[in-house]
């Protein structure tokens, strides 16, 4: 099992023909996924030649929309590599063609845009779950990558995964590596984001093959408070958490647009704690959070 992707998902790639979703798109294949066209409408009709995780030769169709590539393809999951300035119209293209997963990698992405996007995909009813924007994607191990993750760093496993941070993201699944993982998702760390640590956590909570979770948050805003309640109110498995950003100069803003500290809250510390109180072990590395989950594995 896993959460949100798995085997059949089938994706389109928003900005297929560029130079990252070019790139990305042989690394997803690569990993197996299902790629099965892309958008750019300034290329309808044409086509982009790639090669499968097994080196045959594939020829992916290039659509003028969204909707008219989910009529032809069945596509089920689209991820965005469009520039920051146009990346508003490609969410809300997709979001009016109602493709169920949307993950937005671009970084840089103007927050006022993301929250419009996000509130239209609100007033829509919700039909399209939002990953992103400034975010590593989603991987389901052995199964479909559909992000920017090395899919060679880890397996399949127990561990579910939700992190604000991306090399984070690398990290963790490579210090784990040995154990493997369903599902890991970055869920990016700009101040509005689509899908949060909270609706990560309960799909994780149902989802019968993961049996614990390691959850990676950053200083700034109160996400890890939020979700700490969650977790107390709601989860059962074990989890285990980091928080990055203990050692930054109080009152100074810190690398992601979101980790903007204010007083005590939104600090490392304040974060922990709520953690803790709720039941979460937090390692003050990454390592020792791995270590942390390597013990509860063991005790499963």
Known sequence: MSIFLNKDSKVIVQGI????????????LKAGTQVVGGVNARKAGT?????????????????ASVEEAIAATGADVSIAFVPPAFTKDAMVEAIDAEIPLLVVITEGVPVGDTAEAWAYAQAKGNTTRIIGPNCPGIITPDESLVGITPASITGKGPIGLVSKSGTLTYQMMYELREIGFSTAIGIGG????GTTHIDALAAFEADP??????MIG????????RAADFIKANVTKPVVGYVAGFT????????????????????AQAKKEALEAAGVKVGKT?????ALMREIIAGL
């Open 209 to 214: 093959e993961t049996k614990a979770i390691v």
């Open 47 to 63: 086509t982009v030649l790639h090669t499968d995780k097994d080196g045959n030769p594939v020829e992916l169709p290039v659509f």
């Open 190 to 193: 700009d101040p509005v984001i």
């Open 218 to 225: 950053e200083i700034g805003g109160d996400a890890e408070e």
């Open 286 to 290: 990454p390592s020792e959070t791995a």
């Open 248 to 267: 930054a100069p109080e009152g100074k803003t810190m690398g992601h647009a979101g980790a903007i500290v204010s007083g005590s809250a939104g600090t």
């Open 17 to 28: 023909t560029g130079g990252e979703g070019t790139k990305h798109t042989a690394l997803m």
